[in-house]
């Protein structure tokens, strides 16, 4: 990860550095497949439209929550967002799939997450570009979704 000169990084800084310790990249965004890990395999499924349009803003809550991108943390972020508010089939789906196998893991953590969410909007609800988004300063982002302070 880059040291960073300010407290407050941009968006696009603090999604490089989860990208990076993720062992993720941009160029998943537009792949045909996913590779989903199950147990000890990985099953490539289809990338669907409905899910590349998601997965960009999708990326951007877990930097700004901070919900991790291993199971738990993708149930969080599943359960984070379906309260803070889906407005596709496929993110009600592949939500509703991940906060699923989190309640068998660690249904605390995906109820918290589910709670924290009270009163809080997602970006898929936002109406804001996703480049436009990666100007702004974290900070900014936190509170756009109704997360100030956090």
């Known amino acids: 990860m880059a040291h960073r000169s300010t407290t407050d990084p941009t968006v696009a800084e603090a999604l490089d550095d989860f990208l ?3 062992g993720f990249s941009t160029d998943a965004y537009d792949s045909p497949t996913v590779p989903i890990p199950f147990g000890p395999w990985t099953i490539p499924l ?4 409905g899910r590349r349009a998601l997965v960009r803003f999708h990326d951007l ?3 700004a929550t901070g919900y991790g991108a291993d199971y738990v943390g993708e149930a969080e972020i599943g359960a984070w967002e379906l309260r803070a508010g889906c407005d596709t089939l496929a993110a009600w789906l592949y939500n509703g799939l991940a906060v699923s196998a989190g309640l068998v893991l660690n249904p605390l953590r995906v109820w918290r997450a589910f709670r924290r969410a009270r009163s809080m909007r997602t970006l898929y609800r936002v109406g804001r570009p996703y480049e436009e988004l990666l100007d702004l ?5 936190r509170a756009l979704i109704g997360l100030e302070g956090a």
Not at 137 to 141: A, D, Q, T, V
């Open 137 to 141: 300063r974290l900070g900014e982002l």
């Open 46 to 49: 289809p990338s669907t439209p």
């Open 61 to 63: 809550h877990h930097v």
């Open 20 to 22: 990076e310790a993720n």
